[in-house]
């Protein structure tokens, strides 16, 4: 998996121009869609170790699209958008897993 993992990264960063950060958000954001979509696929197929793999994946691959944007991150909406599917996706790997995980949100 290690190396499924490391060719899609390297696959999204081929897509981005040296010094684009629109195209980074926009290459990253695609990738986390897309294994976002995996997950959820491989959720209602009943394979909940995929899922979780992939939400968790997903939940980085969101993170990852929005690191450039640190102008005003609280008021972007993109970044709120990004930061929120990162939250969803990372809420959707604790619930394909096989045992209980419990929300805790520590104030940063």
Known sequence: MEERISAKCLLTARLIPNGNEDAWL???????????NIAETSLRQGHHVSAREAFFRASNYYRTAEFFRRRD???DPEVIRLSDRSRETFVGCRNAARHTLRDRYDPI
């Open 26 to 36: 926009k290459s990253w954001r695609a990738t986390a869609d897309r294994v976002a």
């Open 73 to 75: 991150p609280a008021n």
